[in-house]
């Protein structure tokens, strides 16, 4: 039995972007974006062009940078929004425009103000109007999953007839089931005269927990298109998750008539870049990609995997690219060395300038830790470029006391627009007080809603890396720090976060864009 080519659709970069406090810089895209591409991604959704000159220039640099892989820009069925998205991805070496209406009735009634007849009509001039910039061209029925079935084929069937070569299904809000879902994706298959000469792609949402479970049902009745993200990252309860989808694909060929292109060894270290540049730590027990999707401490397991691997592990630890921490470099190593590490886990420099920052960061931390492992590689280049884009504050020196039965007080200076700032402050504890000292100085006006700790790698000298997520008049940001003293990490992770609320906000996330 032939096998079919089962497309995967990466949206990070744009869905999962839209996660409260996840937005990249330019600069973080395209690395992403060379991650997806070493991993096989077979088409990158590089942003919405239309929603900020940031985001326009992002999906340039990315369409400039890939060559391997598909470029994709989001653009709602508007003759701007179009043409914004033709002119970014003008450079790709293949290049795709996504374009999408609502059709749910609540939708057309409420947000659009639209009749169905106008809607037809607006979806069919999108298309047309794309494909003046590629033929290569996706229609998606936003909140399809709530639309009427046979709306949505006379949709279809005009869109195809337009040019369309590729129609996303998408459960906008996460409210369909699979049993349901994969009932609605087989009948649009087999009622949508035209239906052959296009490609049912399906964007599932995760509100109900069943975003990999619904897109499964959706490849099952003849789905060979998802869009997924790397860790499921996404608005609300995030997306399907690209590395779930891929596994359970390769994994149950029993099952599914189809194969990804994937290079499933990338997985784990595209996670982890994903992880480190948004500062959304992976929970342990995240299935491929945790830290515990292939640990055993049970006896009954331990004994029967160091029998028979497969008697407790469907897949193989290596196969998406978990290997042993393994020592890499250390304090005598040089630079050649520590380039060519670099370039084995994906992590390239643009300048001799930047590969030179980075290794003397390298050897700062080799004076501290002794071991260096991938993963400090990873978070040491994250960390350089949160530094590199993010000019306005910077930490000089800090000092904090932490005493049994005295009160915890810090003090910092930090650069503050070229000036040095002394700020003071105590707390109900070693952070709280180097919080309060930093907010002395900076007067950022943001409520503190997250704070976590993550050890990178194993040991007591392990970095330890701090997410911090504060909220400003609705706004949220993440924050990002790393150092082997952690109250460092914390300093670094709380200005890590000032400096974006700090900055102007060159991106908006116009109504309707969580296709």
Known sequence: MSTDHLIIFDTTLRDGEQSPGASMTKDEKVRIAKALEKLRVDVIEAGFPAASPGDFEAVKAVATAIKDSTVCGLARALDKDIDTAGEALAKANSARIHTFIATSPIHMERKLRMTPDQVVEQAVHAVKRARRYTDNVEFSPEDAGRSEPDFLCRVLEAVIKAGARTVNIPDTVGYSVPYQFGDLIRGLIERVPNADQAVFSVHCHNDLGLAVANSLAAVRNGARQVECTINGLGERAGNAALEEIVMAVRTRQDHFPCDTRIDTTQIVNCSRLVSGITGF?????????????????????????????????????????????????????????????????????????????????????????????????????????????????????????????????????????????????????????????????????????????????????????????????????????????????????????CNKVLKPLDRAHPQGADV
């Open 281 to 497: 730590p992976v929970q342990p027990n995240k299935a491929v990609v945790g830290a515990n999707a292939f640990a055993h401490e049970s006896g009954i397991h331990q004994d029967g995997v160091l029998k028979h691997r497969e008697t407790y592990e469907i897949m193989r630890a290596e196969d998406v690219g978990w290997t042993e921490n393994r020592m890499v470099l250390g304090k005598h190593s040089g630079r050649n060395a520590f380039k060519s590490r670099l370039a084995e886990i994906g992590i390239t420099f643009d300048s001799e300038e930047d590969l030179n920052a980075a290794f003397a960061r390298f050897k700062e931390l080799a004076d501290k830790k002794h071991e260096i492992f991938d993963e400090d590689l990873q978070t040491l280049v994250t960390d350089a470029n949160l530094d590199a884009t993010n000019e306005r504050l910077k930490l000089v020196s800090m000092k904090v006391c932490s005493e049994t039965g005295e009160v915890p007080r810090a003090e910092v200076v930090l650069q503050m627009d070229g000036q040095e700032e002394p700020g003071a402050a105590i707390g109900g504890g070693p952070v709280d007080a180097t919080f309060k000292a930093i907010e002395s100085i900076v007067n950022s006006g943001t409520i503190l809603r997250l704070y976590s700790v993550n050890s990178i790698t194993s040991g007591t000298d392990a970095q330890g890396e701090v997410t911090v997520r504060l909220e400003k008049g609705g706004r949220i940001v993440n924050g990002q720090g790393a150092d082997t003293d952690i109250i460092v990490a914390s300093a670094k992770a709380y200005i890590n976060a």
